[in-house]
């Protein structure tokens, strides 16, 4: 069971209280993890990444384990303890402007 943390708009638009629990079939990836959450919640698809190209949206950042996983492939595995529910993923609203 992988352990997913999303902004508060996110969790509004989905209706979602608290974090997110997703079953990953296969490798655990951001691509993976973000598939199973746009099947379970498709309300969220095109939020975080793009609609057709599949690219994380430029304003969003995904962390795990205290590392910025944001430009890492999609198809790099994700650390073991995210794979294994021991660490959350988080998705993370970028602060932009000045």
């Not at 708009?9 to 997110?20: K, M, S």
């Not at 993976?32 to 975080?48: H, I, Q, R």
Request: glycine share 8%; proline share 9%; net charge neutral.
């Amino acid at each position: 069971m992988i352990r997913v943390i999303l902004p508060v708009h996110l969790r509004t638009l989905a209706r979602i209280d608290g974090e997110v629990k997703l079953e990953v079939k296969g490798p655990v990836t951001q691509c993976s993890v973000l598939d199973a959450l746009e099947n379970k919640y498709p309300m969220l698809a095109g939020t975080v990444r793009d609609h057709v190209t599949k690219k994380r949206r430029p304003l969003v950042r995904f962390y795990a384990c205290e590392e910025d996983l944001s430009h890492e492939p999609p198809d790099t595995p994700l650390p073991e303890a995210v794979a294994a529910g021991k660490e959350p993923f988080l998705i993370v609203g970028a602060v932009a402007g000045g």
